[in-house]
């Protein structure tokens, strides 16, 4: 997957981290990431990624990729999902 959106941002001519962030930006307005950072080199290629603008074929194309991964686990353990309202 990481060896598939290093070439997809290659074409893109963006980092992997701004293919990233684009594709959360393109996927809804209600979606507002907060990527962290610690570096103001990171901090200034995250705001690269507001200019990306991703298409719906884009779009399409990361969340086919994407499902080729199964995603295994929660986020966070039942103890802090239970802390915050969420119910397993």
Not at 44 to 49: D, R, S
Not at 57 to 78: A, H, N
């Amino acid at each position: 997957m990481v060896e598939w959106l290093r070439g997809y941002a290659a074409e893109k001519n963006a980092t992997p981290s701004q293919v990233a962030l684009a594709w959360l930006l393109a996927k809804s307005p209600s979606i507002v990431p907060i990527p962290g950072t610690r570096t103001e080199a990171h901090l200034l290629e995250n705001l690269g990624a507001q200019h990306l603008d991703l298409t719906q074929r884009d779009v399409q194309v990361i969340d086919t990729m994407l499902s080729k991964f199964p995603v295994y686990g929660e986020r966070m353990g039942e103890a802090h999902m239970s802390s915050i309202g969420y119910t397993i």
